[in-house]
């Protein structure tokens, strides 16, 4: 396996560098198009500050659906919309854009849990002190709630590090290419335990270092 790695060096640095890059690049793109969703799906419902049932209903249905598609499913469902993008359907930038789309409702979802979390009293507080729905929503909702989505955007992360895997399965890049072109079609020895223990490695540094910061937010 020594061997392996050297012989390798260069190319799993940049699987691993793809591998970041698409994790990345597709969690920073899915939190701008699915935290403010999330938003607006918790504030639109019944109970919320600005009910609105049509809204609600309408963009509940469209999350409920992307969430539902498998994800290898998906890489093939958005291809024109991929190539419309990013110009080409293969490589790591590429494959951000079916990332994202698989991502951004989940990340909706994700938002809206972590604010129905804020305790009720805070909100009515706020409210019968004057603020007005900006104030609710930037000063008590989602400063409340700042630990859960830092919990939740580690999950994201490591969600999409398996997912960028299975997009380089399909031309993507990575270390799913890696595993795939090398391990299994040329049958290198080595390979794919190697490529597994730089997944694990990853996902492990993602997760204890989002846990660290949302316990530090915790006790503040």
């Not at 729905?133 to 490591?158: D, G, H, M, Y």
């Amino acid at each position: 396996m020594l061997t392996v790695l050297q012989n390798y060096q260069d190319v799993f640095w940049q699987g691993t560098w793809e591998t970041i890059y698409m994790t990345g690049l597709s969690t920073l793109f899915a939190y701008l198009i699915g935290l403010p969703l999330g938003v607006l799906l918790f504030i639109s419902q019944a109970e919320g500050i600005s009910p609105s049932k049509p809204f609600h209903l309408l963009f509940g249905w469209i999350v409920n659906i992307g969430r539902s598609i498998p994800f290898t499913v998906l890489l093939v469902a958005v291809v024109p919309f991929t190539r419309l993008i990013a110009g080409k359907i293969i490589g790591p930038t590429a494959a951000v854009v079916p990332l994202v789309v698989a991502a951004a409702p989940f990340v909706a979802r994700l938002t809206e849990s972590a604010l129905a979390e804020v305790d009720p009293g805070v909100l009515q507080a706020a409210i019968c002190m004057g603020a007005d729905k900006k104030q609710i929503v930037f000063q008590v909702l989602l400063s409340e709630a700042v630990p859960a989505l830092v919990r939740n955007f580690s999950l994201t992360c490591i969600t999409l590090l398996g997912y960028s895997a299975m997009a380089g399965a399909v031309g993507g890049g990575g270390l799913g290419d890696i595993a795939i072109r090398y391990g299994l079609h040329r049958h290198e020895a080595g390979v794919m335990p190697i490529t597994l223990v730089l997944l694990i490695i990853l996902v492990c540094s993602i997760q204890i270092g989002f846990a660290r910061l949302a316990g530090q937010l915790d006790k503040k």
